[in-house]
Nanobody
Framework: VQLQASGGGLVQAGGSLRLDCAASGRPFSSDAMSWFRQAPGKEREFVAG???????WYTDSVTGRFTVSRDNAKSALYLQMNGLKPDDTAVYYC??????????????????WGQGTQVTVSS
């Protein structure tokens, strides 16, 4: 079972990036799948997530700037990030959970994690 995140990089404030997460090793189409991030010295925090029928949730600080989506046929999760700010600088992780009735914002409810991809936004 593997989640592979990619697409991070260095971008100027106001720029855009798209993160991709490729899932393999088991079916993910029924999982809740989300993006979390962790900045230096801070706890891992929820960014955006989607359930198996593509309902979406966002943390307030990224609403209107980030868009989460999934392609179940490709076992893939995406995060389109526009209007990036220096405060968005962090390592971004994709995660999935096959559990029923989870709190989608709680990292403790996720069973599978990608390795993380660094996003750095310069001012």
């Amino acid at each position: 079972v593997q989640l592979q995140a990619s697409g991070g990089g260095l971008v100027q404030a106001g720029g855009s990036l798209r993160l991709d997460c490729a899932a393999s090793g088991r079916p993910f189409s029924s999982d809740a799948m989300s993006w979390f991030r962790q900045a230096p010295g801070k706890e891992r925090e929820f960014v955006a997530g989607t359930n198996r029928i593509s309902d979406t949730w966002y943390t307030d600080s990224v609403t209107g700037r980030f868009t989460v989506s999934r392609d179940n046929a490709k076992s893939a999760l995406y995060l389109q990030m526009n209007g990036l700010k220096p405060d968005d600088t962090a390592v971004y992780y994709c995660a999935s959970s096959p559990r029923i009735g989870i709190s989608i914002t709680d990292p403790g409810h996720y069973d599978y994690w990608g390795q993380g991809t660094q996003v750095t936004v310069s001012s």
